[in-house]
């Protein structure tokens, strides 16, 4: 009874705050309740919203951006732009890949002239990534062009993961879409691509995606959904067997290309299903919107979500993946990206000039910043301990300010102790003025961290001078 009570009165309490606010607030979860969901994603066609996004959500379709809403990864390879991610765990929890669509939109390339390549990430803790690294899709395909919205399973049968995928090639005469697919173990190499969907005649489909079935749900065991202009909805039993046409979604108006990057959600806590579509929503721009049903195979049960029902939060969400988090998963990711404000170092003795990254990652002050991001940053958690700070960039997630032979640069985190212990500071009182801050380096705590010749170093502080320079202020 007095579990009963307590949920009946956060019910109330979280009805009154929508009725207090314009904003949706997402529902609250029992301490003991199941781990949420996250999102990766891009935002646009943008220089930063082709960059990739987390999302996460307690409860399946109301969404809170991640790290203030800005990115947690991008490109510096191939088109330098990231678009359509994918997110796949390994059958064994030990690794994920983000796999995604290399094309950069007004930055380079064009929907006519994209990559033939893919951008990989990997990652045994969803939290600290790879280099990314390119692999190439289209090569073996005669003719092929663009390789677009990469998406991967494990298939138990062959032992190996199946990459499927949109490309453009002349196949028997006929220039348009197909969906290929191609077997991997490492992500690395593909064997040669082979054509999985090819609508009749000139019909191109782009964009499917698929999801597994739990042991006992419905008359087949995978279920996917296509872009092909009527969004087929498909069932099998095997991933590279037959698979049968059960509908389209028509039904519920959603015909052309209105619709982009279907992405399959099984609810943790009941027989529902969320397939999330790229959509142009009722906020009047394209992002994600959900549509459930209780049987993925019957098309008729397919039902739009109102907007009252749901809430994609700040950011636009496009095309995307979801992941069921674990308990650890959540904690680990929640930890480590916090909506934390992006920051400036202000010179104390220069004080119209910023600490900011040039283009090949050295690290200095100047005045007049641009882009502007290029000198904002995030104050984690020191990387070595708590305590401590740890200086993030904002448009180079991943990338902290790190000395090496006093010698700072931005570098992306590689996860050993040595990075931590490098990019970590205390942050004290300001060695020239004490309303300020000076940063002391955590594995050489008789060093600091300083400008010379505008040049950022870390040197024993011995002189009035060395004392303006080691000092800065932390502003917006």
């Known amino acids: 009874?007095?579990?009963?009570?307590?949920?009946?009165?956060?019910?109330?309490?979280?009805?009154?705050?929508?009725?207090?606010?314009?904003t949706l607030v997402t529902p609250g979860r029992a301490a003991a309740a199941d781990p949420g969901y996250l999102m990766v994603h891009f935002t646009g066609d943008s220089a930063t919203g082709q960059m990739l996004y987390l999302a996460h959500s307690a409860d399946g379709t109301h969404w809170n951006d991640l790290n203030g809403g800005a990115p947690i990864l991008n490109s510096l390879i191939g088109t330098k732009g990231v678009r359509d991610p994918a997110l796949v765990r390994s059958p064994d929890g030990s690794k994920y890949r983000i796999i995604a669509t290399d094309l950069c939109i007004r930055c380079?390339?064009?929907?006519?002239?994209?990559?033939p390549d893919f951008v990989v990430w990997e990652s045994t803790d969803l939290v600290t990534w790879s280099k990314p690294w390119l692999l190439n899709a289209t090569g073996l395909i005669p003719g092929a062009k663009n390789a677009w919205a990469p998406e991967a399973i494990w298939n138990p049968e062959t032992n190996d993961y199946v990459v499927y995928w949109a490309t453009n090639a002349t196949v028997n005469g006929v220039f348009k879409y197909r969906i290929y697919y191609a077997r991997t173990k490492d992500f690395r190499t593909l064997t040669t691509p082979r054509i999985w969907i090819d609508p009749p005649g000139t019909t191109p489909v782009v964009d499917t995606q698929m999801t597994e079935m739990p042991a006992g749900i419905g008359t087949y065991r995978y279920v996917r959904v296509s872009g092909d202009g009527k969004n087929t909805v498909e069932g099998s039993n095997s991933i590279l067997g037959t698979w049968t046409g059960l509908g389209n979604l028509s039904s519920i108006g959603l015909t052309g290309n209105v619709v982009e990057g279907p992405v399959w959600m099984k609810f943790r806590d009941r027989e529902e299903w969320a397939l999330y579509i790229d959509y142009n929503s009722p906020r009047?721009?394209?992002?994600?919107?959900?549509?459930?049903?209780?049987?993925?195979?019957?098309?008729?049960?397919?039902?739009?979500?109102?907007?009252?029902?749901?809430?994609?939060?700040?950011?636009?969400?496009?095309?995307?993946?979801?992941?069921?988090?674990?308990?650890?998963?959540?904690?680990?990711?929640?930890?480590?990206?916090?909506?934390?404000?992006?920051?400036?170092?202000?010179?104390?003795?220069?004080?119209?000039?910023?600490?900011?990254?040039?283009?090949?990652?050295?690290?200095?002050?100047?005045?007049?910043?641009?882009?502007?991001?290029?000198?904002?940053?995030?104050?984690?958690?020191?990387?070595?301990?708590?305590?401590?700070?740890?200086?993030?960039?904002?448009?180079?997630?991943?990338?902290?300010?790190?000395?090496?032979?006093?010698?700072?640069?931005?570098?992306?985190?590689?996860?050993?102790?040595?990075?931590?212990a490098d990019a970590t500071f205390r942050k004290v009182a300001g060695l020239a003025?004490?309303?300020w801050s000076s940063f002391q380096s955590y594995n050489h705590p008789d060093r600091y961290l300083r400008h010379y010749a505008y040049q950022l170093r870390l040197d024993p502080i011995t002189t009035a001078t060395g004392r303006s320079d080691a000092t800065f202020r932390v502003t917006s």
């Open 1 to 22: 009874m007095s579990g009963l009570l307590s949920r009946l009165a956060a019910a109330i309490i979280a009805v009154g705050l929508l009725l207090t606010s314009h």
């Open 108 to 115: 380079g390339s064009t929907y006519e002239n994209g990559s």
């Open 284 to 420: 009047g721009i394209r992002e994600y919107r959900p549509i459930l049903t209780k049987n993925p195979f019957d098309v008729s049960t397919y039902r739009l979500q109102p907007p009252s029902d749901y809430d994609m939060g700040g950011t636009p969400k496009r095309h995307g993946a979801i992941l069921n988090l674990t308990a650890a998963e959540e904690s680990h990711v929640l930890a480590r990206w916090p909506s934390t404000p992006a920051q400036r170092l202000q010179s104390y003795n220069y004080p119209d000039r910023y600490v900011r990254h040039t283009t090949d990652l050295d690290v200095r002050i100047d005045p007049a910043v641009s882009p502007a991001a290029d000198a904002q940053f995030r104050l984690r958690t020191g990387l070595a301990g708590t305590g401590t700070v740890s200086f993030e960039s904002v448009n180079h997630p991943g990338y902290f300010l790190r000395h090496a032979t006093y010698d700072f640069q931005l570098v992306r985190n590689d996860g050993t102790a040595q990075f931590a």
């Open 433 to 435: 003025d004490a309303s």
